[in-house]
Structure formats: C-alpha cells, structure tokens
Nanobody, 121 residues
Framework: QVQLVESGGDLVQAGGSLRLSCVVS????????VGWYRQAPGKQRELVAA???????NYADFVKDRFTISRDNAKSTVYLQMNSLKPEDTAVYYC???????????????WGQGTQVTVSS
C-alpha cells in the first residue's frame, strides 16, 4: 500500500523557517510530478510548488524567492524549504504525487494527510 506522509509542520514566528518533508512509502515503480499544496481555513486548496521527475520546478507567485522545493529520489522524499514565513502562510500543507506502481500501469494521484504550519505575527 502506497502512503505519502508529510512532516515538519510546526508553530513558528514570522520571519522564521521550516522544512517540510513528504515521504512516499510502499512498493512503487516510480514517482512522477510532486506538488505541495496548502489549505487555510475557509479557503480552497492551492498549489504552492511543484517539481517534476526530472527536477524542473515551479512556484506560486506568493512563495517565489521564499520557498524551495527539492526531491531526493533515492529516499523517495520531497522537501519544501520555507523561509521568511508570514502569518498568511498559515495552513495545512499537503503533498501530492503521481505514483506508478508497476511499469505498465498508468500513474495515479496520491495525497498525504497534511501537516499544520502556523506562523505567528
């Protein structure tokens, strides 16, 4: 059974930093594109950053130059380094990955359970 497990969320003061991790566990053939999303109370889930299997990245405008997404394929882990955090970054952060269980099967989307990030002013 494939699982995505996020960790690293915490309470931090404005201007601080956190590093989130998303570990993919289980028997898989490959991990494709991976994205970090966030959802604040009363708001829709939104894309924060994404990284392709080849390492290409893209970011939402509101996190450019503050957040960095990276991946360690050997560890089946994707990271989100968050610097210069702002109170408006407060949200539950979710990891989403395109998983291929077997070579001949198509990829499917898998979500983690989320990790809470709270930034105090």
């Amino acid at each position: 059974q494939v699982q995505l497990v996020e960790s690293g969320g915490d309470l931090v003061q404005a201007g601080g930093s956190l590093r989130l991790s998303c570990v993919v566990s289980g028997s898989i053939f490959s991990i494709g594109n991976v994205g970090w999303y966030r959802q604040a109370p009363g708001k829709q889930r939104e894309l924060v950053a994404a990284i392709s299997s080849g390492g290409s990245t893209n970011y939402a405008d509101f996190v450019k130059d503050r957040f960095t997404i990276s991946r360690d394929n050997a560890k089946s882990t994707v990271y989100l380094q968050m610097n210069s955090l702002k109170p408006e970054d407060t949200a539950v952060y979710y990891c989403n990955a395109a998983i291929r269980v077997y070579r001949r099967l198509p990829e499917y989307d898998s979500w983690g359970q989320g990790t809470q990030v709270t930034v105090s002013s």
